[in-house]
């Protein structure tokens, strides 16, 4: 029989921003908000691994909850274990993969320890100025 087409313990994104440089001309932090998937099972961010795949390439890395993860609501030594838990996720793009210029894009991929993924499209805006602390992605 053919696989379900979601897996119990999928994260999903509730929102997704990113930090623009002091030059004003790209953008070097994402934060995303995340949740469990309605049905998840328990998600340890611990056990969590992030791609992101761009114009600069490919980089993989497990969640490091102790610096990548603050706590936004009910999440317990890096896991979500409630409908209404949040975390951020924050990335320094200079060290993780690389800034993101105007109009640039890289597709951020989130795998769950059970191997469940998903995948977010990240496109900085055309036009950021130095007026702009971050920016919606």
Known sequence: SPAPLTSPDRLQVVSQSGD???AGDAVNNL???VAKAPGAGNIDLNETTVEFVGDQGQETRILDTSSDVNNIQGVSSGVL????????ISFDLSSDYGTL???ES?????TT???ATTVKEIRVPTTITSEDS???L
């Not at 274990?81 to 951020?88: G, H, K, L």
């Not at 890289?106 to 989130?110: C, D, E």
């Open 106 to 110: 890289v597709t951020v991929t989130f």
């Open 134 to 136: 971050s920016v919606r």
């Open 31 to 33: 934060q995303f908000v």
């Open 101 to 103: 210029s105007e109009g």
């Open 20 to 22: 623009v440089n002091g």
């Open 81 to 88: 274990t409630d409908d209404s838990d949040r975390a951020e």
């Open 113 to 115: 320890a059970s191997g």
